[in-house]
């Protein structure tokens, strides 16, 4: 599980993540790319409590979403949320082991989870992912990732991750954010030892996702850029487009 427990951490994470600015400005993203997906089938991978559905959904109320989501408590807010709506489903289920048909979505969105997918099982999670979008169809992965890779113990490495990490919570209090601040200097050493948080470069997942069938990338920097912070977005290899 690594060193945090989601379900205990659910109750408060709209609290801590809503008030940092980074945060706010990946879902912005997220959502410019989707732009309008009404009637269209996406796949939201580690959807929380429901923050990037409920925006996605205020701009596209005919889309069908299918939230993911690990953490019992997390799907029983996200559930909540959402309740009375037909166009809206959560699951459990992790990047590995996806309940859905081959090619059943159009979109796959995820933020900040597959960071926590195991190194060795990175490569797994991509084919998981393809096999579930359909051909022609858009992965936007937002996460945080280190411009230098190596295993734990690598100096430079590490040296990359503190500078990140602690610049990113610097900011977060400059922006009222002191409880986001927090954990994110309390993540620093599970980062450093890979307890639970296993972040590589945006290179090292995009020859992942190039095995698996995807094309077409791009790569955009969340602002401000310096903290490692990116959305990587491709189309799976197909006939057809969405």
């Not at 959904?57 to 939230?67: E, I, K, N, T």
């Not at 992912?129 to 990732?145: E, N, W």
């Not at 309390?186 to 992942?208: C, H």
């Amino acid at each position: 599980m690594g060193w945090l427990d989601w379900d205990e951490f659910a109750n408060d994470y709209d609290g801590v993540f809503l008030r940092d600015p980074v945060y706010i400005n990946m879902l912005e993203m997220i959502l410019e790319q989707l732009g309008d997906v009404d009637e269209k089938r996406i796949l939201d991978i580690g959807c929380g409590t429901g923050n990037l559905a409920f925006q996605l959904l205020q701009r596209s109320p005919g889309a069908l979403v299918l939230g993911m989501d690990p953490s019992a408590k997390m799907r029983e807010l996200f559930s909540g949320r959402f309740s009375g709506l037909e166009n809206v489903a959560v699951t459990d289920g992790d990047a590995l082991a996806i309940p859905a048909r081959d090619s059943e979505f159009d979109f796959i969105v995820t933020s900040l989870a597959l960071h926590h997918v195991p190194r060795e099982t990175k490569a797994g999670s991509a084919i998981e992912l393809a096999r579930v979008l359909k051909p022609g169809g858009t992965l936007l992965y937002a996460d945080r990732f280190v411009d230098r890779d190596g295993p734990p113990g690598d100096p430079e490495r590490a040296r990359d991750t503190i500078r990140k990490m602690t610049g990113w919570a610097m900011y977060c209090l400059d922006n009222d954010a002191y409880d986001k601040a927090v954990m994110i200097i309390e993540s620093i050493p599970n980062d450093l030892r890979e307890n639970g948080e296993y972040v590589i470069t945006s290179e090292a997942w995009l020859g992942y996702l190039r095995d698996a069938g995807f094309r077409d990338f791009d790569v955009l920097a969340i602002p401000p850029a310096e903290y490692g912070l990116k959305i990587i977005r491709g189309k799976l290899d197909g006939v057809g487009s969405v």
